[in-house]
């Protein structure tokens, strides 16, 4: 599986995102896809991930009812909706993918259990 990530940028804090991450190669619909954010000097960290079919996402605590996740499968698309963004969001943001099984949905936080990654799109919120 390829993946591009894209639609970051410069906001305001307050403002919002979406960032979009384009499938190629496989079966999308297969696969659980997770958002991870990496900060200067900060190690790599779980953002949302959500389920093959869409029905299902989960959060890290700091973002839960900012951020959110969908997907368009038809499309082969995920997407991370970022609102009320504050500048502690700012980090390159990297999509993930990995094979929905039921081990998946137990490890969906950790980013080794993730077979595909995109190469990143910035995030920059200014205070």
């Known amino acids: 599986v390829q993946l591009q990530a894209s639609g970051g940028g410069l906001v305001q804090a307050g403002g919002s995102l979406r960032l979009s991450c384009g499938a190629s190669?496989?079966?999308?619909?297969?696969?659980?896809m997770g958002w991870f954010r990496q900060a200067p000097g900060k190690e790599r960290e779980f953002v949302v991930a959500?389920?093959?079919?869409?029905?299902?996402?989960y959060s890290t605590d700091s973002v839960k009812g900012r951020f959110t996740s969908s997907r368009d499968n038809a499309r082969n698309t995920v997407f991370l909706h970022l609102t009320s963004l504050t500048p502690e969001d700012t980090a390159v943001y990297y999509c993930?993918?990995?094979?929905?099984?039921?081990?998946?949905?137990?490890?969906?936080?950790?980013?080794?259990?993730?077979?595909?990654w995109g190469q990143g799109t910035q995030v920059t919120v200014s205070s």
């Open positions: 993930a993918a990995a094979l929905d099984t039921l081990d998946m949905r137990l490890a969906f936080a950790n980013s080794r259990h993730y077979e595909y």
């Open positions: 190669g496989h079966t999308f619909s297969r696969y659980l």
């Open positions: 959500i389920t093959s079919s869409g029905r299902t996402t």
